[in-house]
């Protein structure tokens, strides 16, 4: 199970991006966290889809709108995995899955960003796990900004993206339950 919570950061930057005609500096947005989490979906011996969530995300963005570069660094805490069935959590933390007595957080570093004229609509970098770093594409579905440039400034929108759990070495269960995890984010983000 991969959590991209860091993908909800990547959506923050990709609001901060949509509102660049009124930045055209370098600027730092941080997550909100009561707004910032990632959802997981993996299917279940093909019948259910099994479903989870992390957070809240910890990062921050630093964005050149005029430059169209910037950075991305997200924190996920694995602990806080939630699937709603506390028995099922713990077995997903467990050495073979998540691993999290060893790794107990993950993390989402991007400085790669592709835009469609004005709008950001990708954010490209690695997702580490298990201390396993692998590439992760996150694609924005939506996202806005409401406030002006500058401090208080909010942006966030919604992102998702795919990992394969078996190159993170989360191999348990396999095919019962799929090597294929969807990665669903929502994030907000506060300018400084």
């Given at each position: 199970m991969t959590p991209t919570a860091l993908l909800r950061f990547a959506l923050a930057l990709g609001g901060a991006v949509a509102c660049g005609g009124a930045a055209a500096q370098a600027r730092t947005f941080e997550l909100d966290p009561a707004q910032s989490w990632v959802?997981?979906?993996?299917?279940?011996?093909?019948?259910?889809?099994?479903?989870?969530?992390?957070?809240?995300?910890?990062?921050?963005?630093?964005?050149?709108?005029?430059?169209?570069?910037?950075?991305?660094?997200?924190?996920?805490?694995?602990?806080?995995?939630?699937?709603?069935?506390?028995?099922?959590?713990?077995?997903?933390?467990?050495?073979?899955?998540?691993?999290?007595?060893?790794?107990?957080?993950?993390?989402f570093v991007a400085e790669r960003f592709r835009f469609d004229g004005e709008?950001?609509?990708?954010?490209?970098?690695e997702f580490t796990l298990r201390g396993v770093g692998v590439p992760l594409s996150l694609h924005a579905q939506r996202f806005s900004c409401l406030g002006g440039p500058g401090p208080g400034q909010r942006c966030g929108g919604d992102f998702v993206g795919e990992l394969r759990r078996s190159e993170f070495g989360a191999t348990f269960g396999l095919p019962f339950v799929a090597d294929r995890v969807q990665l669903r984010l929502q994030v907000e983000a506060v300018a400084r």
């Open positions: 959802q997981f979906e993996v299917q279940h011996f093909g019948t259910s889809t099994l479903r989870g969530r992390f957070g809240p995300l910890r990062g921050e963005v630093d964005l050149d709108v005029a430059a169209r570069r910037g950075k991305v660094g997200v924190t996920i805490d694995l602990t806080s995995l939630d699937t709603g069935f506390k028995p099922l959590d713990s077995r997903l933390k467990e050495a073979d899955l998540l691993d999290i007595t060893a790794q107990p957080r993950a993390y709008r950001l609509i990708e954010v490209r970098g």
